[in-house]
């Protein structure tokens, strides 16, 4: 039996007023509907092709059925609870093999951040992608043997996000990739708009 690398792309369904909140506040609700929407088509586009690894996509909320999916791709409802809680239903659901979870809000995420947190997962238990905000635009996991339950009592959408997942590794090991932006906010939004 050959074992798969598993890529899991976080998503809520784009719709006016229930995505990228925080950056709505700075930015309004269409253009930060935009922005994620925009960004999902391409960060859907930029992963879905590559052999390394099967895509799945992790969906809130749990059968919408507004929004157009690609064809051809598994989908797994994210469920209820806070991200943490969210994520480890998605991992333990994902058949063997490791599995890498990213999300929509680094614009500069490539295929190549990917195969380097798979190529790491070879010799250790986990790889993050670290945020400048201190949280994560990628976790991933070897899941052999199984790890700890790393997504409990994180501070979620704060600087602590990441150091509370890393904590709740229990020092088993974990690399870093390089540092890469969530755009969360109006300032991030700013920053990117000039990088284009």
């Known amino acids: 039996m050959t074992i798969a690398n598993h890529?899991?792309?976080?998503?809520?369904?784009?719709?006016?007023?229930?995505?990228k909140t925080r950056l709505a506040h700075?930015?309004?609700?269409?253009?930060?509907?935009?922005?994620?929407?925009?960004?999902?088509?391409?960060?859907?586009?930029?992963?879905?092709?590559?052999?390394r690894w099967r895509l799945w996509l992790a969906v809130t909320p749990d059968g919408a059925a507004d929004f157009p999916l690609p064809r051809g791709r598994p989908v797994i409802g994210q469920g209820t609870g806070d991200l943490g809680r969210r994520m480890t239903r998605v991992i333990d659901a994902l058949p063997p093999g490791p599995a890498v979870i990213v999300g929509a809000d680094a614009p500069d995420l490539t295929s190549r951040h990917i195969a380097q947190a798979f190529k790491a997962l070879g010799h250790v238990d986990a790889v993050?992608?670290?945020?400048?905000d201190g949280g994560y635009w990628l976790v991933g996991l070897r899941r052999r043997p199984p790890?700890?339950?790393?997504?409990?009592?994180?501070?979620?959408?704060?600087?602590?996000?990441?150091?509370?997942?890393?904590?709740?590794?229990?020092?088993?090991?974990?690399?870093?990739?390089?540092?890469?932006?969530?755009?969360?906010?109006g300032a991030a939004y700013q920053r990117w708009r000039r990088r284009r």
């Open 128 to 132: 993050f992608g670290p945020a400048a």
């Open 26 to 51: 700075d930015i309004g609700v269409v253009a930060a509907w935009s922005f994620y929407r925009a960004r999902l088509e391409r960060t859907i586009r930029v992963l879905a092709g590559d052999p």
């Open 147 to 185: 790890p700890p339950r790393i997504f409990d009592n994180v501070r979620w959408s704060s600087e602590h996000a990441l150091a509370d997942t890393i904590a709740n590794l229990g020092g088993r090991r974990h690399v870093l990739l390089e540092t890469l932006e969530d755009v969360d906010d």
């Open 7 to 19: 890529l899991c792309l976080f998503l809520r369904v784009p719709r006016i007023g229930r995505v």
